[in-house]
């Protein structure tokens, strides 16, 4: 639909940024990346937690055996020569090594070469002193499982130390991490997919039903949902498609109301007009009362028959009753003929040399030049003059054709402007019923009838020091 | 003779009313008040003009019209209501001359029945006649003929025929048309020539939807195809 003035919108400012479309899906790629990362955490500290269990229980084991053995076979060891061979003979798996404390000498196995300056000085102490402990410690920049047992059935002092890298575990658990944040970031990806795809459901009917809507509003009563096969939704299209047949209902009631009142007064008024026509023919045989009484008559009673036509005019255009009976016409032509049939025949036309040719209809341009003269007569002390150019393209780049209407009265005022096209507006001018059949309908009518038509209709305030108003509409061009 | 006017219409009070108007300007008028009334009086003493409204008790204005037009040309005015739009169309499908709508000034219904009176007149005695194949014009004694036969048209069917056959070939366009047929200007509604130029083909085409006569320029108008 086309404003009645250059265009003005009005934007909800304060509408959410983010739609209900971009909140759903960052709500399913949320919870996607929430779940999976409490899952993948609780994986990874569960299966850190058992591997590194796992490991040390297997040491330790390792570790009580060896030194179990180291300890049988020391009761038979005469010196030092002996103590290595034996830790030689230990068996390590790949990434431990075992060293064997005698006295005060430290012999290592394995190549991995695991030394005195490897243990703790601590675990060492308590080894020492009898205690068999274990401890993760870094051992050459691993993290490493350090076991030490003394050695209490030799006949000396003796401890067995064994260190079990724990890289090999490391590197399994930073795997898993990789995989699991992998896993996480697919989640995420699902969830935002999931979430799109749950929008795309629930908010498929809601457009649906937001066009059905502008199409009700944009004035096809008739719209309705067809009924949706989902359960959920039926109750919502049962719903809309009561409250539009309730809307179309009253709308056609009361555009049937002001259609059938003026059809009703036809009649009568047919009386009246007749009777009217009858006593004016006698006028010059009344007595001077009657005669003014009669003239009275006379011009109100044609003033009444406009508004009901006016009237029912208007009411075709609400029940949308409205047809357009188009046909090419040549604008400067049409507008003399315009200006002939309503009395103002002398009004300068203003036109370019082409010929521009209007897609239009006849009868209801004739009322928009018809209602603006009269507007120009009634408030601005009679049209000057009537321009007619080539418009600036509307919506599709149709071309169009500008017809302006000029006064040399006071103007509109600016905040006057918009609703002066409004039905039975009563500007600062308003109340002065003069001399002129005026029913307060005209400017909304020429503005029904320019809309019919797709075109525009506005007024502006004449600039460049003269006063007065100017009326512009554009009606399509006719293009062969 | 006098003029006389056959009025049919059911309200009373306008009925009264018109009658006055019409006799003001000097002319008799009859009144009828439903369909059957109308075409009894019409038998009886006839009318040079015919105005009847569409809204009638019993048989409608259409019918009424349609009956009428079987026998005679007169010259018939129908009365319509303003939003009717189909009904001017079928009105004048029905063989009636012209239209008004309710509610009407007195002075445009006598304005219609004075050019109906005019049309009503020979077209032309100093027009010869005319022939286009099998179709045969002659203005002067208001008579056409097609192959040898008589075509009953009605005086506006007749008027509108001989404007076109006054420059065969001419395209006229529906202002020119109704400017010079009906005496209505630029604004005239342009369906009184289109739905005339209907009926008249329906009575001199022996195929109307392919017109061998009058022949329709898109955008332009109609002429008459020598």
């Not at chain 1, 007749?274 to 010059?284: G, H, N, P």
């Not at chain 1, 044609?302 to 029912?312: A, G, I, P, S």
């Not at chain 1, 029913?439 to 029904?448: F, H, R, S």
Request: charged share 25%.
């Amino acid at each position: 639909m086309t404003s009645a003035g250059p265009p003005t919108r009005t934007r909800t400012d304060d509408s959410r940024r983010f739609g209900l479309r971009a909140r759903l899906i960052a709500a399913f790629g949320l919870l996607g990346l929430i779940l999976s990362l409490i899952l993948s955490s609780a994986t990874y500290l569960f299966a850190q937690n058992s591997l590194v269990n796992r490991t040390q229980e297997v040491a330790l084991d390792r570790a009580n055996q060896n030194a179990a053995e180291v300890s049988r076979r020391s009761r038979a060891l005469d010196d030092e020569e002996q103590a290595r061979l034996l830790v030689e003979q230990v068996f390590t798996p790949e990434g431990s090594a075992a060293l064997f404390q005698v006295r005060d000498g430290f012999f290592g196995s394995s190549s991995i070469g695991f030394g005195e300056e490897d243990i703790d000085e601590g675990l060492r102490i308590a080894v020492e002193q009898g205690l068999a402990v274990q401890m993760l410690a870094d051992i050459r920049g691993e993290t490493s499982y350090l076991i030490g047992i003394p050695l209490k059935q030799v006949g000396f002092r003796a401890a067995y130390y064994e260190e079990t890298s724990l890289s090999g575990v490391e590197d399994t658990l930073n795997s898993l991490r990789l995989a699991l944040l992998a896993g996480s970031l697919l989640s995420t990806v699902a969830g935002v997919g999931l979430g799109f795809y749950a929008g795309r459901t629930v908010l498929s009917p809601l457009s649906t039903i937001s066009a059905a809507a502008t199409k009700i509003a944009s004035g096809d009563l008739d719209t309705r949902l067809s009924a949706d096969p989902d359960r959920d939704l039926q109750q919502l299209s049962h719903s809309f498609n009561e409250m539009a047949t309730a809307l179309q209902d009253r709308i056609e009631r009361d555009a049937r109301f002001a259609s059938d009142v003026s059809h009703e007064l036809r009649s009568p008024l047919m009386t009246l007009t007749a009777s009217i026509a009858v006593l004016e023919r006698r006028r010059d045989d009344l007595p001077e009362r009657s005669r003014v009484a009669v003239d009275l008559l006379s011009a109100d009673i044609n003033r009444f028959t406009h508004l009901v036509e006016d009237l029912l005019e208007i009411s075709r255009f609400d029940v949308g009753a409205a047809d357009l009976d188009r046909q090419p016409l040549e604008a400067g032509e049409f507008v003399r003929q315009a200006l002939k049939m309503v009395g103002s025949p002398n009004v300068p036309v203003r036109a370019p040399d082409i010929d521009l040719f209007i897609n239009g209809d006849k009868r209801r341009l004739l009322q928009i030049m018809q209602n603006l003269i009269d507007n120009a007569a009634k408030y601005g002390s009679g049209a000057t003059g009537v321009e007619i150019s080539r418009a600036a393209p509307e919506g599709f780049g149709t071309p169009m054709v500008q017809i302006s209407v000029i006064d040399e009265g006071s103007g509109v005022p600016d905040a006057e402007q918009d609703v002066i096209f409004d039905r039975f507006a009563r500007g600062s001018e308003g109340g002065r019923r003069g001399s002129s059949t005026g029913t307060g309908l005209g400017l909304a009518l020429a503005k029904e009838h320019v809309m019919l038509h797709g075109g525009r209709i506005w007024v502006e305030n004449r600039s460049g020091g003269s006063t007065g108003a100017r009326f512009s509409f554009t009606i399509p061009e006719y293009t062969p | 003779m006098s003029i006389k006017i056959l009025t049919v219409e059911d309200d009373n009070s306008i009925r009264t009313v018109v009658r006055m108007a019409l006799e003001d300007e000097g002319w008799e008028v009859l009144e009828a008040g439903n369909g059957e009334d109308a075409l009894a009086i019409f038998k009886r003493d006839g009318a040079n003009v015919v105005l009847i409204d569409i809204m009638l008790p019993g048989i409608d204005g259409f019918e009424v019209c349609r009956s009428i037009r079987r026998s005679t040309d007169v010259p018939i005015i129908m009365v319509t209501a303003r939003d009717d739009t189909h009904d001017v169309v079928a009105g004048l499908e029905a063989g009636a001359d012209d239209y008004l709508t309710k509610p009407f000034e007195p002075k445009e219904l006598s304005a219609r029945i004075r050019a109906l009176l005019r049309r009503a007149r020979s077209a032309d005695p100093e027009m010869t006649t005319m022939t286009f194949g099998d179709l045969e014009i002659s203005p002067d004694e208001g008579l056409v003929t097609l192959s040898g036969e008589e075509v009953h048209l009605t005086k506006t069917e007749f008027r509108l025929l001989v404007e076109l056959a006054s420059s065969p070939g001419r395209v006229f366009s529906r202002e020119q048309l109704l400017e010079r047929v009906w005496e209505y200007g630029y604004f005239g509604d342009g369906r009184l020539v289109d739905v005339h130029v209907r009926r008249l083909r329906t009575k001199i085409e022996p195929d109307p939807a392919e017109p061998r006569y009058v022949v329709t320029v898109r955008g332009l108008g109609y002429k008459l195809q020598a």
